[in-house]
């Protein structure tokens, strides 16, 4: 990952400082995005402003999202890979009381963000010559449970739509894939709940290394494929 560039939309949640650390470990640099400063200036600081760039960038806005993109390749000369991670959660109610607004709020963080995101790095990924994307799914997505059905149609269409990138860059030397959590956890969590099992759990570095991994691997051998990191849902 030498010298790469890569953008991390929604840096500031859980996954995104355990993936910023280890893509500079390994070379890269990284340009954080979420939709507060506050939640990534300190990390940037942190992890060494010659390594890493933060901007607060409403990622619902698309024009905005395609300036925020203009001004890191304009920084760097390219871009090589966008990790999506903006998440959120609603539900815990029967689909038949939930309030649909639920669905509107989710499917505007987890898909109109991813659409955004990837509309806008499109080009400079396939120019790249190594362009990877991935976004975080949920077994949700593959087996969506009632209280949960507005979270999981979003994850849904979520995949769906970088799915439909990966086939967009069939035959090229990018590669888009969805990689598959049930829930994430960090060490602190783990160190806070001693007595808790975390059972399908897949921690925050465990995610980082995989994705770091996918700049190791040939385009051809990733593209539009969906990546377990628990076990799979039947």
């Not at 607060?56 to 698309?62: M, R």
Request: charged share 20%.
């Amino acid at each position: 990952m030498r010298d790469a560039v890569v953008a991390i939309a929604g840096a500031g949640g859980m996954a995104g400082p355990a993936i910023a650390r280890t893509l500079v470990a390994r070379g890269a640099r990284v340009a954080l995005a979420d939709h507060s400063d506050g939640r990534i200036g300190p990390l940037a600081d942190t992890l060494g402003r010659d390594h890493a760039a933060a901007c607060a960038v409403d990622l619902l806005d698309e024009a905005a999202t395609q300036a925020w993109a203009a001004s890191v390749i304009a920084r760097y000369g390219h871009v090589d890979g966008v990790v999506h991670l903006v998440g959120g959660w609603r539900g815990g109610v029967h689909l038949r009381d939930a309030d649909l607004s639920d669905w509107q709020w989710l499917s505007a963080r987890l898909v109109t963000s991813l659409q955004h995101t990837s509309r806008a790095f499109y080009d400079a990924l396939l120019a790249s010559g190594r362009g990877r994307f991935a976004m975080v799914s949920a077994t949700a997505a593959t087996r969506p449970s009632a209280a949960a059905a507005a979270y999981a149609a979003a994850k849904a269409a979520a995949e769906a739509w970088t799915l439909a990138l990966a086939d967009a860059f069939r035959g090229t030397t990018a590669a888009a894939v969805v990689l598959v959590v049930q829930a994430l956890a960090t060490a602190e969590q783990r160190r806070a709940r001693p007595e808790a099992s975390f059972a399908g759990y897949t921690g925050v570095d465990e995610l980082a290394d995989v994705v770091a991994g996918l700049w190791d691997r040939p385009a051809d051998a990733i593209n539009g494929q969906r990546l377990w990191l628990t076990p799979e849902t039947p």
